[in-house]
């Protein structure tokens, strides 16, 4: 039979019924409910009347089990039961049976009271609390609790007030006998008491919990809310209620043992009931601190649980909160007490039981949870040490160290607790506030001070709170440095002094010693502390541990630590000691050791250990190839693989994180990946595919550009159509992709990594272009880089930068650059911080991390190429600036591969500026570098690089030394770079290099057999390989336009006995759909080629494959198999190469590799052939200097080679005919990487072919190069041309050049070199590449000036729509602007535009041909006398063709000084006083061809300089004396050089006649009869000449003979007075064998009918003079003295200046127009000129100028004055310099014209073969019009005089401007007289394009025929009472510049 299970089992009978008896109850109950809810209300129908007798205790516990069962039912069977309670017990006697009921039914009726309202809204009532309060219930409540506490007497006020923990009696003595075992007096027994206490007890739980949930509910409510008194009172009695509940609690937990084996169950309500009593008392401010003991009665209660204390914390806590924010601190503080009480208790409690292992199973006790509240018990104390701190109470220190004891006790039971960070980090802060305007150490101290006396802190826990408050410390130390220092020090100092100091302690007293270096070096203290600190940490960790690795990781990792730590900081203190490898060596050594994969395994060890240890292996990494030691680095590869994979973090994404910070290199390598690398990447993967590393990159597109632009430059002359390998690898990447790259970066990222990035990328791109040829747009690309990097610099180090004074001359005027040099370079101490703080940043692997050495080998890197990149465009200056900057740098980090690099590029600037000595000297500390640093410099390629690089240096230093003795190189210097360069040609084939070209097997060995069988000269009948080339050779400027198979015809070579079938057709294999050929290289196809005939040997291949030669190696018995080669070119060309033979194939088959060392073995390969080519041609030059010719041609044929050939190791040029390697070199080639080299090579042999162009057919030849024709050489020179079209001095050499050979082929002296272009001749030729020679070094710097200016004018342009017209002429004006075209193709269009566009204005060049040219012109011309030095002039003129002059010069002698005068001016007191004249020119070919031009300007200088210092009458008649001397010498001087070098060509420098209205008449007229009548054909442009010379310059008939039969070319002979040698030669048949008298006659006639009229005024005239001669006052030689002359330093120039003078003023005018009223004065700045202040100071403020006198300005004032202001004035001493530097002037946008009237302010400085320096060029650099300067010393009294007459002009020819011109008027009238009188078919003569604003003419305000500055020039110089010596010293530079008012302009 089955039973009901039942939920209950009674132990008795009694039980049994009552349980009955309830259930009865409730089922009456739930029908009753059930019949109210079918609206049918019911009474209960009978009374339940209980026996009790003895059973009241029962009965009790039935009503509570009806309550509770009550309480689920509903609010209305609660209030039914409840008042059915109360009847129960009303009307009885009140003993605890009917006051527990009556306590019962309250709390039904509170339960039925909160239902209901729980259910409805109490917004408007306030809540349930207030609504309970505010009935019956709790008053009734009240009384019922009184009652209780009288029967019971537990908790009463009078006896039991306290139940703290430390009371002993919790219960009085009247209440004693309540439980007395003998004593029955309150009417039960003993056991009914008992039962009756805990039916008590269960009683007050029911009644007081529904209160509790609804206070702990509404607590917010509660506190913040301000209710009325009545609720305030009603709550105290729900307060005594819970008072009552937690007295009896305890009151039975205390006596707990009485009640042995009772269930009680209520230790799950005292904590709601105690926490919503504690907030009761909060808002009742009653008997707090009884509350308070309660609850501290609960918390040390052992039978209290960790999860209750957890509750109890959390409540506690956020009632603190809740008050904290309601800004009630003093009851925040007691809760925040106590929860902080309870967190640690529970703390406490929680590692007990981890300690025991008791209840594992339990969340709770995981070391995770105890972790987690640890952290979040620290966090909440933190916060009440701050509200403390707000109340300004003395609590702090106990409260700290309360806690701090509890951590330690806690820490001591659990050994992985955390560190109270929290609590220290609190402590600190208050520390800090405390700090603020008090004294630190009366304030505030540290936690040791504090916990110094507890007994409960051990000293482990000790030093872990120090520690904690360390790392404190330093979060603060940006907000209060100087108290973290001092706090921090005191740290340190308890730690090392009083905690760790025991001997097992010395891991923690490293670490201490450590921190303790770390925080010296962010004090700024001194390093060798820091290291002190490292070496004591180091020894500690030595001694107690013996071997690091034995003690486990960390002790190890510590270690190493310090070792590299102190490497860091030796650097910065001792770069040059050789602890800061040893240290490295020592670190790297223990982290290998550790960093195996056993140790990875022990994740949790190692990841506190290695977390940020890829920080210190960045900076290792990154100094140690700083300073070029690759020792290192294969290790550091693989601890960092290691710790990448260790974090899961992809290989890949390691590679593209080194690539990325560029940490595959080391410093000034060309390879970007090394070595070791490589090696170390083999280990993991097979990473050597290209494709590889860009799959790797391929997720940033800047990192991929930059990875595949470092080769792919390499390739770009090979199309990416001529091969298809399936190759992911690009070879076009352009320059505008790499730049668009790199921009794109910077302007989406700003921060420094990816300025890093685009730093390296504009690198690249520079590096690119400068192998191309490109250097202005390589330096713009240089100098972008540089700025990135000199950022990310600043940003690094530290550094004081002391400035070297200026070099000036005695003058007092700047003659040398301001340089700076470096003092103090220190890492900053934030930057240090990263690495000593390593341990402490959180750094994302995958992120970039600059360190600062990375940072300093970049930047060094980046001044270098700029500096290199400034040389090479000619500007020594800035290089030696940026040169001298890296040197300071260098050395003070004590780096050997810049040292070595910048000491090497400075002995070679300086050698190239002729200081031999500092030359010398810095080339041999260069060497002494390489060899002290050999060992640590472990590149061996690099170490080669540098030790090739200095060698050559030094050679090439050696052969530029000029013996003055001899007028060129010694033999010995000549010796001594030949063989430097023999030794640099050994290391140059050394082994190490052939790593970098590994050659098929097949290629190795033909060469290897060509150069056995070699059994015949190279050069075996081949001496007529170029006869006839000049016979098939259409035109040397214009290339064939044939098409491409006409031009490629190339006879078969004879197949070979044994050769295969396939080889012959290899190359026919290749489609030719695949071949792109672009416009410019389908030029170069059509471009003339010498003799396709080519046989050269015949080559013998035997079944085996291996390549056998048989017979000759001759044209005519061995053939090389020529093949179609479209590689090269992008067209089908000859190449020289059988299979992989030539350069271009090598580079397919690199790229068909396609691994990466292929790839950095062809970089190296690129580099080795660019030093071998630069060494060969030195080498090359020796030889012939030496006349080693056949040497040479051994040397020269070699760097052929080395252009073409494949295998640059074995260069054998037997098997290939030299006229086609020539052919080869010589061609176009687009993207060529050699251009430089190629450009100079060219013009070696051109050069080296030239000198023995008449001897070639009486000498014995070697080889073809002394058969190459003239033709030839004209065309490759003009490749040279266009090739180094931005390399100034080979660009200079080579226009010269080419200038020299038109001029004399036009002669008839060499063969004609007449182009098919009609409008181009030989004088056009020869007078466009003379102005090209001209000032090459300056037209980078006008350029950049010029595009600087336009760009900003352009965007004015832009706006303005009325001004579209002259855009477009700024635009054809800039076309003009370009040195040489990009391609030779479009050279004849370039010159000819070039004609087209010169501007309105005469230009004469003048240049001074010595040294080689002597000999090279002695040879070509056949002049067997000896010539000084040779004129070259050429006269440009927009209007006329041009005229070109060579003139033999000769020396001017001399005059002896007279020396009896000397002596007598100077006596021997003033002779010591004697300061030396310092030539600014230092030594050219003017002081050999006119000494006395020199030593007249030493005396000058002597005379003026030295007054004696006793002025007497006969002293000063006596200085007269010698000044009118020196003066006359010089007028003699400059009569002479006219007669001796010009003759009767000096009349070529005069202007045209200016406005002559019978000059075009007269002209046509003469020239149709000299045509007619004489037979004369004329150069229209000489005969211009002629009729403005005047009529007494025809007295000898030669010279008109002369004249007219040179067609604008002539060359003076040393003969001329042999007849033969004057006469033209038979076959001219335009001349004349002498000179008509009809012929002088009619020139005569003409030159008188010119004469007659008014119209001797001469237009202006511009000298562009050769460096060489500028210093030559060409102006006052006698032809000139009355002309108006201006001096530019190039063509360009002249154009640049226009340019800009149309963009400033808007019109359509040449010249520009200044307003000499508008002008700034600085006179006497240095107050020493009294008497010039005296004479221009009142004249000054009369024009009401603006300006300063007597007093220096500032720079800044000086550069508004010159922006502001039409004119600038200067009186004073030097050129102005030393108040404002020329570089700041050329930094102006625009600049007045000035006037400088200090000694040799016009002088310029010669730096050798660099660009010049002087104030003039400054100013016109900075778009000055104009400049009057003087070009040596002069006295001021009689400069004064001429600066007075001119402004005087100007002045008057300003007040003058505004009427009308005369000649205008009488223009305009001619015009109009012509218009009327003209026909309507009048056929009108259309004539050449020219320039609008140079052929327009201009109203009558802004005529050309007023006078302009210049003009007035030569008056003025008459003022002078020296009118030579002082009058000749002023010059003019700029352009025409006329003289306007203001308003007109």
Same mark, same amino acid.
């Given at each position: ?18 349980r ?6 409730y ?12 609206c ?9 009347s ?46 605890? $049976? ?5 306590? +019962? #039914?309250?709390?039904?009726l509170?339960?039925?009271c ?6 409805n809204?109490?917004?408007s ?13 709790m008053q009734?409540?009240s ?6 506490r ?9 006896? &039991?007030a ?30 009914d ?31 913040t809310?301000?209710?009325?008194? #009545?609720v ?6 729900v ?18 043992s ?14 709601g ?15 707090m601190?009884?509350c ?8 040390s ?5 960790p999860?209750?204390l ?12 809740? !008050?904290?924010?309601n ?14 009480r ?19 199973? /339990? ?18 104390n ?29 820490a ?14 609190? @402590? ?18 540290t ?15 000790v ?15 940006a907000l ?13 100092? +308890? ?10 302690s ?16 962010s ?8 290291? *002190?600190c490292?070496?004591?940490a180091i020894?500690?960790?030595? #001694?107690m ?7 486990g ?35 790297l ?7 195996t ?7 949790d ?7 940020n ?7 290792i ?7 070029g ?30 690539w ?10 060309a390879?970007?990946?090394?070595e070791?690398?490589l ?9 050597? /595919? ?44 352009t320059?505008d ?16 990594s990816?300025?890093f990035?685009a ?18 747009e ?30 000036s001359?005695?003058t007092?005027?700047?003659v040398q ?23 402490t ?27 290199i ?17 890296g ?11 810049f ?13 190239r500026?002729?200081?031999?000595d500092l ?5 041999h ?5 390489l ?5 640590e ?14 060698? *050559? ?71 007529n ?5 000049n ?7 214009k ?5 491409p ?38 030029? &170069? ?5 010498i003799?396709?005939?080519v ?11 291996? =390549?056998?030669?048989?017979?000759i ?21 000859r ?5 992989m ?11 068909k ?20 080519? =630069? ?44 006229s ?23 013009? /070696?042999?051109? @050069?080296?072919s ?7 057919d009486?000498r ?18 003009m ?6 079209r ?10 010269r050049?080419?200038?020299?050979l038109? !001029?004399?082929?036009a ?44 760009k900003? *004018? ?50 004469i ?41 060579l ?10 000084p ?13 002779k010591?006083?004697?300061?030396? @004249? ?47 001397k ?16 010009w ?10 006649r ?23 054909n004329?150069?229209?442009?000489? !005969?211009?000449?002629?009729l ?10 030669e010279?008109?003979?002369h004249l007219?039969l ?15 040698? @004057? ?9 004349i ?15 008188n009918?010119?004469?007659?009229e008014d ?9 562009? !003079? ?17 002309q ?5 330093? /190039? ?7 226009l ?17 000499p ?18 004479? $221009? ?32 004035l200067y009186f ?14 050329q ?25 010049p ?28 005089? $001429? ?23 009488l ?8 218009l009327?009188?003209r ?15 140079? &052929?327009?003419?201009?109203s009558?305000?802004? &005529? ?7 003009s ?13 010596l002082?009058?000749?010293s ?16």
């Open positions: 039979m089955e039973s009901k299970k039942q939920s209950a089992v009674a132990k008795n009978s009694a039980e049994a019924e009552y009955a008896m309830a259930q009865g109850i089922e009456i109950l739930w029908l009753k409910r059930i019949l109210e809810e079918l049918k209300p019911v009474e209960l129908p009978m009374k339940l209980v026996e009790l007798e003895n059973n009241g205790t029962e009965f009790v516990e039935l009503v509570a089990y009806c309550a509770n069962k009550c309480q689920a039912i509903g609010p209305n069977c609660c209030s039914s039961i409840g008042a059915y309670l109360n009847k129960i017990a009303e009307d009885k006697v009140e003993t605890c $049976f009917h006051l527990i009921l009556r306590l +019962y #039914a309250t709390g039904l509170l339960i039925n909160k239902s209901k309202f729980k259910f809204d109490l917004s009532s306030g809540g349930v609390v207030r609504t309970l309060c505010a009935g019956d219930v009734n409540l009384a019922l609790v009184c009652s209780l009288s029967h019971f007497h537990i908790g009463c006020k009078r006896n &039991c306290s139940s703290s923990v430390g009371h002993k009696d919790f219960v009085c003595r009247k209440c004693l006998p309540c439980i007395s075992h003998n004593d029955a007096s309150m009417g039960w027994t003993h056991k008491g008992k039962a009756y206490i805990l039916s008590y007890i269960a009683a007050l739980k029911f009644t007081c919990l529904p209160l509790a949930e609804s206070v702990n509910s509404e607590k917010k409510q509660i506190i809310e301000s209710e009325a008194v #009545a305030s009172s009603r709550l105290s009695d307060q005594e209620a819970f008072y009552q509940f937690c007295d009896v609690f305890l009151f039975y937990k205390r006596f707990k009485y009640y042995e084996g009772e269930k009680d169950g209520f230790d799950d309500s005292i904590l009931i105690a926490v919503a009593l504690f907030i009761v008392s909060i808002r009742t401010k009653l008997n601190k009884k308070r003991d309660i609850l501290n009665d609960v918390i209660s052992e039978w209290i649980q999860y209750e957890k509750h109890l914390f959390t409540s506690l806590y956020n009632i603190g909160v809740i !008050l904290y924010r800004k009630q601190l003093e009851e925040a503080l007691e809760a925040l007490t106590l929860s902080c309870a967190s640690w208790t529970c703390v406490l409690r929680l590692c007990n039981m981890f300690l025991h292992k008791e209840d594992e199973s /339990s969340d709770d006790v995981s070391e995770d949870a105890i972790v987690n509240f640890v952290n979040e018990s620290c966090t909440r933190a916060f009440l040490l701050n509200v403390l701190h707000q109340c300004d109470t003395h609590k702090v220190k106990r409260i700290i160290v309360e806690s701090l004891e509890n951590w330690s006790v806690a001591n039971l659990f050994g992985k607790l955390p560190g109270p960070i929290s609590l220290v980090k609190q @402590w600190v802060k208050i520390g800090c506030t405390s700090h603020k305007n008090v004294d630190v150490q009366d304030t505030v101290s936690l040791y001070s504090v916990l110094s006396s507890s007994e409960k802190v051990s000293k482990r826990t030093g872990i709170i120090l520690e904690q408050e360390l790392l404190a410390y330093e979060e603060v130390n209060h440095p100087e108290f973290y220092q001092k706090m921090q020090m005191q740290i340190i100092g +308890y730690l090392l002094e009083d905690v760790y100091v025991t001997p097992e010395w891991l923690q007293r490293s670490r201490i010693l450590v921190r303790k270096g770390r925080a010296l070096r004090y700024g203290h001194c390093l060798k502390d820091c290291i *002190q490292l070496s004591d020894s500690s960790l030595k #001694a541990s013996g071997d690091p690795c034995s003690f990781i960390q002790p190890c990792h510590q270690l190493a630590v310090a070792y590299c730590i102190r490497a860091f900081c030796t650097q910065e203190t001792e770069p040059s000691s050789k602890q800061v490898f040893q240290d490295i060596r020592m670190a050594k223990l982290w290998l050791r550790i960093t994969p056993d140790s990875f395994a022990a994740e060890e190692c990841f506190k250990v290695f977390e240890m890829i920080i210190l292996m960045y900076n990494i990154d100094l140690v190839s700083l300073k030691c690759m020792d290192f680095h294969y290790d550091i590869y693989r601890i960092m693989f290691r710790l990448f994979q260790w974090k899961n973090v992809p290989l890949e994404k390691l590679l593209a994180v080194l990325e910070c560029r940490r595959l290199r080391h410093a000034l390598c390879s970007p990946v090394n070791a690398f090696m170390s990447l083999a280990d993991h993967c097979d990473g050597q /595919s290209i494709d590889f590393w860009i799959s790797c990159l391929k997720g940033s597109q800047p990192l991929l550009v930059g990875l595949e632009h470092n080769f792919s430059f390499l390739f770009a002359s090979i199309p990416r159509d001529s091969f298809n390998f399936g190759s992911c690898f690009r070879t076009d990447i320059v992709e790499v730049k668009d790259a790199a921009y794109e970066l910077i302007s989406n990222d700003p921060a420094s990816s300025a990035v730093g390296y990328l504009f690198s690249d791109l520079s590096e690119r272009l400068i192998s191309n040829g490109r250097i202005t390589a330096l713009t690309y240089a100098k972008e880089a540089h700025r990135l990097r000199s950022k990310m610099f600043e940003e690094k180090f530290k550094f004081s930068v002391e400035q070297q004074p200026e070099k001359n005695e007092r005027d700047v650059k301001l340089s700076c040099s470096l003092h103090d370079l220190q890492v900053r101490r934030s930057v240090a911080n990263e690495f000593w703080s390593f341990d940043i959180s750094l994302d692997l995958e992120s970039c991390y600059l360190s600062p050495w990375i940072i300093l080998q970049c930047y060094l890197e980046s001044t270098l190429q700029v500096g990149a400034y040389e090479l465009i000619g500007n020594g200056a800035e290089a030696e600036g940026y040169y001298l900057w040197k300071s740098i260098a050395h003070s980090q004590n780096l050997p591969l040292m070595i690099s910048f000491s090497s590029v400075l002995g070679k600037l300086y050698g500026k002729q200081l031999w030359a010398e000297r810095e080339l500390s260069a060497k002494q570098y060899e002290a640093c050999e060992t410099i472990s590149c061996l390629k690099c170490r080669l690089m540098l030790e090739i690089t200095v060698d *050559q240096n030094l050679g090439d230093l050696f052969q530029s030394i000029v013996d003055n003795s001899i007028g060129r190189t010694s033999i010995e210097s000549s010796s001594r770079a030949e063989v430097l360069y023999k030794v640099v040609l050994d290391k140059l084939n050394h082994s190490d290099w052939e790593t970098c070209a590994r050659f098929t097997d097949a290629a190795r060995a033909w060469s290897i057999v060509l150069e056995k069988n070699n059994v015949k000269d190279v050069d075996h009948g081949a001496s390989a170029f006869a006839g080339t016979e098939n050779q259409q035109d040397v400027k290339p064939s336009r044939k098409g198979k006409e031009n490629k015809e190339v006879k078969k070579c004879r197949k070979t006995r044994n050769a295969s079938k396939p080889l012959l057709t290899d190359q026919d294999s290749i489609p030719n759909n695949n071949l792109r050929t672009t416009r410019s290289k389908s030029r &170069c196809s059509q471009s003339r080629s003799s396709s005939d046989e050269v040997g015949n080559v013998k291949h035997d079944g085996s494959g291996e =390549n056998e030669c048989s017979g190696f001759s044209q005519r018995d061995m053939l090389l198999e020529i093949k179609s080669c479209e590689v090269a070119f992008g067209y089908e060309d190449c020289i190469c059988n299979k033979r030539c350069w271009h194939c090598l580079q397919i088959e690199v790229i590799d396609q691994r990466l060392n292929k790839f950095i073995d062809m970089k190296w390969e690129f580099v080795r052939r660019r030093l071998l080519l =630069n060494l060969l041609r030195s080498l090359g030059n020796c030889l012939v200097n030496r006349d080693q010719h056949h040497e040479a041609h051994k040397t020269f044929i070699q760097s052929l080679l080395i252009l073409a050939n494949q295998d640059s190791f074995h260069l054998t040029p037997s098997y290939v005919s030299l086609l390697l020539l052919d080869i070199v010589g061609k176009e080639i687009s993207g060529d990487i050699f251009s430089v080299e190629r450009a100079e090579i060219l013009y /070696s042999i051109s @050069w080296f030239l000198k023995g162009y008449r001897s070639r009486n014995v030849s070697c080889c073809d190069l002394y058969h190459i024709q003239l033709p030839q050489l004209v065309t490759w020179l490749h040279v041309f266009v090739l180094c931005e390399v100034p001095i080979l660009f200079q050499k080579v226009s050049l080419l200038a020299v038109f !001029l004399v082929a002669s008839g002296d060499l063969c004609s070199l007449s182009s098919s272009c009609k409008a181009l001749s030989e004088n056009h030729w020869a007078s466009f590449f003379h102005q090209a020679s001209l000032g090459t070094h300056l037209n980078y710097q006008f350029s950049t000036n010029h595009n600087r200016i336009y900003a *004018q352009q965007l004015v342009d832009a706006e303005d729509s009325c001004h579209t017209g002259s855009t477009c002429l700024g635009a054809e004006m800039r076309n003009l602007l370009r040195l040489a075209p990009e391609s030779i193709q479009d050279l004849e269009e370039f010159v000819e535009n070039f004609f087209v566009g010169f501007p309105c204005t005469t230009a060049c003048i240049s001074l041909l010595g040294g080689p040219y002597t000999y090279l012109l002695q040879k070509l011309l056949d002049v067997h006398s000896y010539v000084c030095a040779w004129m070259l002039v050429s006269r440009l003129d927009s209007e006329s063709q041009p005229i070109v002059l003139l033999p010069v000769d020396s001017i002698s001399a005059e002896a007279d020396d009896a005068a000397m002596s007598g001016f100077y006596s021997s007191e003033t010591n006083l004697v300061k030396h @004249w310092q030539c600014p020119w230092g030594s050219t070919i003017v002081d050999a061809v006119a000494p006395e031009f020199k030593l007249i300007l030493e005396e000058n200088y002597l005379s003026s300089s030295n007054f004696p210092l006793e002025k007497t009458k006969e002293s000063t008649k006596l200085w007269w004396t010698l000044r009118k020196l003066d006359y010498r010089l007028g003699e001087f400059l009569r002479n050089l006219e007669d001796s070098w003759g009767p060509w000096k009349y070529i420098l005069l202007g045209e200016s406005n002559c209205k019978s000059l075009d008449s007269v002209y046509k007229k003469l020239a149709r009869s000299l045509k007619s009548k004489c037979k004369m004329v150069n229209e442009s000489l !005969l211009k000449v002629i403005g010379t005047p009529n007494d310059a025809f007295e000898e008939e010279f008109v003979l007219c040179r067609k604008g070319c002539y060359i003076g002979r040393t003969e001329c007075r042999e007849k033969d040698k @004057w006469c033209p030669s038979p076959n001219d048949t335009s001349g064998e002498k000179p008509s008298d009809l012929a002088l006659q009619l020139i005569r006639e003409a030159i009918e010119l004469e007659g119209c001797m005024t001469r237009e202006p005239i511009m000298l562009v !003079l050769d460096f060489d001669v500028q210093m030559l006052p060409w102006e006052n030689i006698p032809i000139l003295r009355n108006e002359v201006y001096r530019m330093p /190039s063509v360009w120039s002249i154009l640049t200046r340019d800009r003078s149309y963009h400033n003023q808007g019109q359509t005018r040449t010249f520009p127009f200044i307003d009223l508008d002008a700034f004065y600085l006179l006497n700045p240095g107050g020493d000129l009294s008497s010039t202040q005296i004479e $221009f100071e009142n004249w000054f403020r009369d024009q009401n100028f603006q300006g300063k006198a007597g007093q220096a300005p500032t720079a800044e004032e000086l550069a508004a004055a010159l922006k502001s202001h039409d004119l600038f004073g001493h030097g050129s102005g310099t030393q108040y404002i530097s020329r570089y700041e002037i930094k102006l946008e625009n600049c007045a014209a000035t006037v400088l009237m200090g000694c040799s302010s016009g002088c310029l400085t010669l730096n050798g073969c660099y660009a320096n002087g104030a003039p060029l400054s100013y016109l650099l900075a778009g000055s019009p104009v400049i009057v300067a003087n070009l040596w010393e002069v006295t001021d009294k009689d400069i004064d005089r $001429f600066g007075k007459a001119v402004l005087d002009a100007w002045f008057k020819e300003r007040l003058s401007s505004s009427t009308d011109c005369a000649k205008c008027s223009v305009a009238e001619l015009e109009a007289m012509s009327k009188g026909k309507g078919n009048t056929k009108k003569k259309v004539q050449r394009k020219k320039l609008p604003d140079a &052929c327009e003419k201009e009558v305000v802004d &005529c050309d025929h007023r006078p302009m500055i210049g007035f020039m030569s008056q003025a110089r008459e003022a002078c009472i020296l009118p030579y002082i009058g000749a002023p010059v003019c530079y700029g352009v025409p510049t006329g003289i306007r008012s203001k308003k007109d302009l």
